[in-house]
DNA sequence: CCAGTATTTATCCAACGGGTTAATTTCCTC
DNA sequence: GAGGAAATTAACCCGTTGGATAAATACTGG
């Protein structure tokens, strides 16, 4: 039934037809079969892993999927990186480090303090998006209750910069005004990730639940307004225009929609 | 390796040393192996899927394992509930009737708009900490996408009466003035469970890079805080003293805990 | 151009795991 | 108390899957 026929193909194949200049050097026999490519391979591996871990989980995830749309023979896997779970941990921390490294590029500091608390929760918002596959490991990971991720020593030393920019931006904001209190910065970068991440992470369910369409361009706009204006609202006392639809308009019917 | 040695004793042993009975009505011969109970049988069934489902997921969960942790045969998942796709949904159906259940039991209609959403976010913070299964097999399904779901017409029957009730007590909050603007029911409702969820179905990982127990006693207790305060600081405009830890007071060393 | 090493392919397999078949036992009812 | 349906057990089936072995092929330094 499960066709992986692409495993029986070598990697890269060289179209003996276009292999011009051994033709004209009269050495056409030998035709390669294969390249080397030791880092490529490497990472198609490892980006085809994070597909599939992200797809069907630690233990759904199938080693011969991987090898196949990595274009690549299962023993590379083994070869390059090492056994499911070694595979597993390895495209975990290339997620951490993939967002820490974004992470450290997002400058807050020359920005208004409420300005710079809405880059936070925009950036953070649009990564998840441009990003589902780190939800995805995420929440394997924590299914696995850390288990891996305990292990790597590596990650554990990724520090997000996230918590120290909240800190001194919260102090700035205290101090010129634009505050009104001092807040937590890791509840504050616990809360705006759980409402960016939340709403994406699990927007396949509630959107049967509501019974529409939560990734929708109106729907993703209308929560990235509600979330900044939400955070806004609670640590400036000013509350905005988008604070999200009005209860009274009745833009939708009253009860949830007829499924 | 995998010792499933229950699986052989049938599920209700009646000890013939104890059936005083039969002993003394001279027809100890008979000893029954076994016990008909098929209520109970389908109900530790479902609870030990439940539990399967959620330490490891659709695909990581193990048939013998449920029907070992049932004290049942693994025939009687089939005859009583279907094959494990079947027995999920059922899980997943099972899990949302519980908590639409008690969300019915919440009475917020005769609460002053604040207190009414402070005992919603509590109820939420609760329901999460006393059901993790619930987190993990939600996670689950949003893994697969919500393909289960979207074929269980019961579940999308099943409106969680939890909008209603914030709809109606913003519309309060507003006339009464305790909140100053109108919120989209919808919004609230995801961010309050965003707040909860996130921070409960990822204190694994969180508690991992933190280099903290994010479930101990006193986190917990700081988060619901923090919670509280941030939503109704966002609908009131009024700040409490519980917003969270002041920026300024370094109760936590500077940087991140060296792990 | 040759030897040795790095990389890739082609098979193989033993354990696992979901599901099934058939026989056995209990309990209800007439 | 006998007959039969319902519930339960025991044993088996067979495709899947992670992983291993060994052989083949490409590259590199001498």
């Known amino acids: 039934m499960n066709n992986l026929h692409s495993q029986t193909l070598p990697c890269v194949l060289q179209l003996a037809l276009c292999d011009y200049r051994a033709i004209d050097l009269a050495k056409a026999k030998r035709v390669q079969k294969w390249q080397r490519d030791p880092e490529g391979m490497r990472l198609r591996i490892l980006e085809a892993a994070k597909q599939e871990f992200a797809a069907h989980g630690l233990a759904g995830a199938r080693v011969d999927r ?99 920019m909240i800190r001194t931006v919260v102090t700035r904001g205290v101090e010129s005004g634009d505050f009104r209190v001092a807040v937590d910065p890791v509840q504050l970068y616990i809360s705006i990730a759980a409402l960016c991440f939340f709403y994406l992470s699990n927007s396949a369910t509630l959107s049967v639940i509501f019974g529409r369409d939560l990734l929708k361009k109106e729907a993703r706009d209308e929560r990235l307004a509600h979330m900044v204006a939400l955070v806004l609202a609670a640590l400036t006392g000013k509350s905005t225009a988008d604070f999200g639809k009005a209860v009274g308009q009745d833009v939708r019917p009253p009860a949830h929609q007829p499924v």
């Open 66 to 164: 991987i090898a196949a749309n990595a274009g690549a023979n299962k023993r590379m896997l083994y070869y390059h990186v090492g056994n499911k779970e070694d595979l597993y941990l390895a495209v975990l921390e290339g997620a951490y480090e993939k967002i820490r490294s974004e992470e450290r590029g997002l400058d807050l500091e020359h920005l208004d303090p409420p300005e710079a608390i809405e880059r936070l929760i925009d950036f953070t918002w649009n990564y998840f998006l441009r990003n589902p596959e780190f939800l995805a490991l995420l929440n394997t990971e924590n299914l696995a209750k850390a288990r891996h991720l305990k292990r790597s020593t590596k990650v554990k030393s990724m520090h997000s910069p996230f918590v120290e």
